[in-house]
């Protein structure tokens, strides 16, 4: 066994990664770029190199540098993570030039598998079934035209060099094909480098069922069971489980001896993940991951063995500890992913500090796997991803309840997340009955996305109560320090001349005003809101979190102020509130014309109309892309663009106006 590693990755999947190295006794060597100089992986390794900018391709990327800081550092072997180079074979032949270890399969198996025409070209050879589709190398755009009609819409055109839902469209009718294709290429070109399609029948409801293969230098290879992967949103995965629920056990035998053969096909060594597409009681190979997956921990749980250490061994030379018929499955597990995401955006990326991240106590059917912590910022440069909860439990049911109970105890304020919809999947009937296909979130969207119901009266007089707690925290600190701390002039108790004493407040909700008022009782505190008088005190503080009495009923609230804005962690949920100063003029530009604002930092990679075009709402005026995915910018209502104030290929910021639009209702009264 090796002695010292570099970890050539960042985040979540290097803190785990470092997790089994110092189990077994091997140093670490973390890389950092300058976005990440204060991450958590950074202070948790044995030591530390900075290798570049902030921007992926002059840090994470540079082949040559990482070499360089693995030879300078001593380190014996590289481990590279997933995304990033982990499927890269040149990165594995350098490290193979360098004498280096690369802790993953041969250079030839990447490649094989790197593309997906030549891996369905090898398995169509070792008799692994196929999707119908077409993966030739003819990349002439009305070629492709012509297979996708003989295949039958709807049909799937997907990057044929890279997974990950990037460069991946889905085509409904014929006359959508070319701006789809487009798309398609463009968005695979700029995240692999290889605008290379392929083109599959689409299926309708299938389920995404893949199984975890490993294989060592001796040409031993086991699998380790499959994972159910079918929630997804924009083609990414958000929710897996193990095993795959409502499987017949022959088709679970099959597959996993279709994954081994084709494990075999490329002579593979290390850890892979051989997907399939599920339908019909028909399973068809879609793709090979030449990597460990981001989902590997719900196998882990339900077999017991550590992959990022079997990943060590064999790429140290050791064979693997168990065969096949050692290999078993107890109870279930499930993993959600926690992404710093707008679900009701379209599942924009947030990027913004995290002011509060709290995770429920880990035990042994719990288990939190992060790489980032409070005072964290979610950048636009990587995967926005904050956190994976992994669940277990002796069966789905049990597994299912701990999941809710982990999710209403994780507390996350700062930027917007994908934890309501995490709650709302894990609560919802059809999942609680396995009935799962990769088109679950879309179908059920509207039960989802709702937002969360509460009644407004309670959440402003919440909101007021923890005002009145932090007036009376700071009130307290200040006249501590102060020369006379017993002065009445330190008195937070809304007194008033010829008055009854109360304190007027203004909160912004939903882009609303509402006034609460507070009075301050002989027996304790009044909340008016909404036309409602509610009875109300604060019973006690505890580590940020408030005990609250309101109209009878004691509520645990933790408020997380960043200034005037107030994020209200409540039952599971956040509720975002800005503290207004009634004092202050705020305008609100009332007669300017609309604009298009950049949503998030990112590159301007197509302008779609010119100025003085006149346009109808929800054309696409611009396309951005930002952390790897495009999106399109539509136009908010019929009208005319007045400027357009960037050009293709410019870095934006978030926030900046693109386009300013002048909508047909302005326009007529010019």
Request: glycine share 8%; aromatic share 6%; proline share 5%.
């Given at each position: 066994?090796?002695s010292k ?7 979540e ?8 190295a110092?189990?077994l ?12 100089a204060?991450?958590?992986h ?11 900018p902030?921007?992926?391709?002059e840090?994470y ?6 070499i360089?800081?693995a030879?300078?550092?001593g ?6 993570g ?7 074979a040149?990165?594995?032949e ?26 369905k070209?090898i ?6 079934p ?5 993966h ?9 035209a012509?297979?996708?009609a ?14 990950g ?7 409904e009718r ?14 695979a ?11 599959e ?17 001796a ?10 992967c079918s ?14 629920p409502?499987?017949d ?5 099959a597959?996993g ?19 399939f597409?599920?339908?019909?009681d ?9 990597r ?20 060590l061994?064999?790429?140290a ?5 168990v ?5 078993r ?7 959600v992913r ?21 995770f ?5 059917g719990?288990?939190i796997?992060?790489?980032?912590r409070s ?26 309840r ?5 999710l ?17 999947i ?7 009955a396995?009935?799962?296909?990769t088109?679950?979130?879309q ?6 996305l ?14 007021a ?14 006249a501590k320090?102060?020369p006379d701390?017993?002065?009445p002039?330190?008195?937070c108790?809304?007194w ?6 109360h ?10 005003t509402?006034?609460?008022?507070v ?7 009044e909340?008016?809101?909404?036309g409602a008088?509610?009875p ?20 645990n609230?933790?408020?997380v ?13 956040a509720?975002?509130?800005?503290l207004?100063?009634?004092?202050a ?10 604009k298009?604002?950049?949503p ?7 302008v779609?109309v010119?100025?003085g ?12 892309e ?16 007045a ?7 410019e870095?934006?910021?978030?926030g ?11 326009s007529s009264?010019?």
């Open positions: 066994m090796f590693l570099l970890i050539a990755n960042r985040g999947i290097a803190c785990r990664i470092i997790a089994s110092r189990r006794g091997i140093k670490t060597v973390a890389v950092y770029s300058d976005a990440d204060e991450a958590l950074v202070t948790q390794a044995d030591e530390a190199w900075h290798i570049g902030a921007s992926a391709a840090s990327l540079r082949i040559e540098r990482l360089d800081v030879k300078s550092s380190a014996e072997a590289v481990h590279p997933y995304g990033f180079l982990s499927e890269n040149a990165f594995a350098a490290c193979a030039a360098a004498d280096l270890v690369f802790v993953g399969p041969p250079a030839d198996a990447i490649r094989a598998m790197g593309s997906k025409s030549e891996a070209a398995m169509a050879r070792a008799s692994v196929l999707v119908p589709g077409y030739d190398a003819d990349q002439d755009a009305e070629r492709l012509e297979e996708a003989a295949i039958g819409f709807p049909v799937l055109i997907k990057a044929s060099a890279g997974g839902g990037k460069g991946m469209r889905v085509v014929p006359e959508d094909f070319g701006a789809a294709l487009e798309g398609a290429q463009r968005e070109a700029g995240a692999f480098g290889d605008e290379r399609v392929l083109i029948k689409y299926l309708t409801r299938p389920r995404h069922v893949e199984v975890q293969v490993f294989a060592d230098r040409g031993n290879v086991v699998h380790l069971f499959e994972r159910d929630l997804q949103r924009r083609h990414q995965k958000v929710v897996e489980e193990a095993p795959a409502a499987l056990p022959k088709i679970r035998d597959m001896e279709a994954a081994v053969t084709a494990a075999r096909a490329i002579g593979y060594v290390g850890a892979g993940t051989v997907e597409i599920f339908e019909d028909a399973f068809y190979f879609m793709e090979m991951n030449t460990l997956q981001v989902e590997h921990p719900v196998t882990e749980v339900i077999t017991g063995f550590d992959l990022v250490e079997w990943q061994r064999v790429a030379g050791e064979r693997l500890p065969d096949q018929k050692e290999i499955a107890r109870g279930h597990a499930f993993e926690l992404y710093a995401e707008n679900p009701a955006r379209d599942f924009l990326p947030a990027t913004g500090r995290l002011h509060h991240l709290l429920p106590q880990e035990t042994p719990l288990r796997d992060s790489g980032v005072g964290d910022d979610i950048s636009p440069y990587y995967d926005p991803m904050i956190a994976k909860l992994i669940v277990w439990g002796e069966d789905r049911e049990s597994a299912l701990r999941l809710r109970a982990a209403h105890q994780t507390e996350v304020a700062g930027v917007a997340t994908n934890l309501p919809l995490l709650q709302a894990a609560a919802h009937p059809a999942f609680a396995a009935q799962v296909d088109g679950f979130i179908r059920h969207a509207h039960e989802l709702a937002p969360p119901a509460v009644e407004r009266q309670d959440l402003l007089a919440l909101a109560l923890a005002e009145v707690e932090r007036r009376r925290a700071e009130t307290a600190a200040s320090a102060s701390p017993s002065s002039w330190w008195g108790d809304g008033r001349l010829n008055a009854d004493t304190r007027d407040l203004h909160f912004q909700l939903d882009d609303d509402f006034a609460v008022t009075r301050y009782l002989p027996g304790g505190l909340i008016e809101a909404e008088r509610l109300a005190s604060v019973m006690a503080v505890d580590d940020g979190r408030l005990l609250v009495e309101l109209a009878g009923r004691r509520i609230l933790r408020p102020w960043r200034g005037a804005d107030l994020t209200l962690l409540w039952e599971g949920k509720h975002r509130l800005l207004l100063d009634p004092q003029q705020v305008d609100r530009g009332e007669g300017a014309s609309a298009v604002i950049a998030m930092p990112g590159r301007l990679v197509q779609k010119v100025e075009q006149e346009v109808t709402r929800g054309e696409t005026l611009l396309v951005l930002a952390m790897k995915m495009e999106h399109s910018l539509p136009a908010p209502a019929d009208g005319r663009v400027a357009i104030h960037f050009r293709e290929g870095q934006v910021e978030e900046v106006e693109l386009v300013s639009f002048v909508a047909a209702t302005e009264t010019a």
